[in-house]
């Protein structure tokens, strides 16, 4: 059996935590720069608050129906999540982290157990150790498991937020009442395609002939037809380093000089190094890509990437930052006006099983001095050392005029709780 767990509205359940006056009232969390809704509680969407609505659109509902509006707080959210999905690595052996918000559990082995009780004791340890609440759903297959899931946090009350498709009646129930566009893995134009075809639910797809399935929607969708009629299909991954990581920002203000452009790809390139870092990681290409506001069709304009295969692995923030820096002079062309620009790195290989060259190699002394630098910079805050390729004073900023306090990142931002003198 697998396990498919749910935080329930995540976002806005973070903000609550350390907001129990917020318990009840319409919540929503915007997108970076404050654009659009990315997340609700189900307060907001009674009030017909549509996800990825524009701010400003809604600006009116808002203010009239006196919905609290947050901007985006990662530094909470991800740490919130490294401390919900640690409890539930404390409940099986084997966890898929899908998402910020959800994670796969295998509970193969797990026979003997009652899986009612046990994903209820999950839900309490959760809940009662970090605030968030959780939806569970059970199923012999990951695509059940998503459906189960579905079905959890439909009916709280008649599930209390815990569902298990444990008989063939049950599977067969809940496909006929999944609408086939909220198929796991059914993407906007296969949903219409099917409905075209008067394929309306998720039973009514099982019921399709495998030929077709493998002609329009290749062997990904039969696997996933298999896996809804209970043939365990789709393939179980456990947490593994990121195969590619991007570093990309819009500019705050269009550029023309090179050199402005270059500080900034220097900066993205030094992020990149450190994320590979993190995972023990060392990159064998890089790709830097530059264009200019596609909105503004009163400029001319330009957009370009490049592919740089590295001469040796690095993560060596010095070495990648060189490697960008001649990406770039590639492709740049003066009398345009720039507005975004970004570092993708790829092709990783473990960084102590690295190919060694005949000619050239990466530093060994650079691997030293970044651990001592990312030790110093998680210590005394993001960026406090820089190399000097890269602006000192300047830092990236996103708009952000609805932030709540870091509570559990930073000291400074700690809760503080007022207490009556006895």
Known sequence: MFALVDCNNFYASCERVFRPDLVGKPVVVLSNNDGCVIARSNEAKALGIPMGAPAFEYKQIIENNKINVFSSNYALYGDMSHRVMSLLSEYTPDIEIYSIDEAFLDFHGFENFDLKKYSEEIQCKVSKWTGIPISIGIAPTKALSKVANKIAKKFPEQTKNVYIIDTEEKRIKALKWLNVGDIWGIGYQHAKRLKALNINTAYDFTQMTDSWIKKHMSVVGYRLKSDLQGYETLDFEPVQPKKNIATTRSFDRLYT??????????????????????????????????HTNGFRKDLPQYYRNIVLKLPFPTNSGIELTKFAKIALSKIYKEGFQYKKAGVIVMDFSHEDNLQVNIFENTNPKHKKLWKVIDEINTKAGSQKLKQASQDLKKTWKMRQEKLSPRYTTNINEIIILNCDSI
Request: charged share 25%; proline share 0%; with cysteine.
């Open 257 to 290: 000089n090179y050199e402005e452009i270059a500080e900034r790809v220097s900066t993205f390139a030094g992020s990149c190094a450190e994320k590979l870092r993190k995972q023990h990681s060392a990159c064998n290409s890089l790709m830097v890509f530059l």
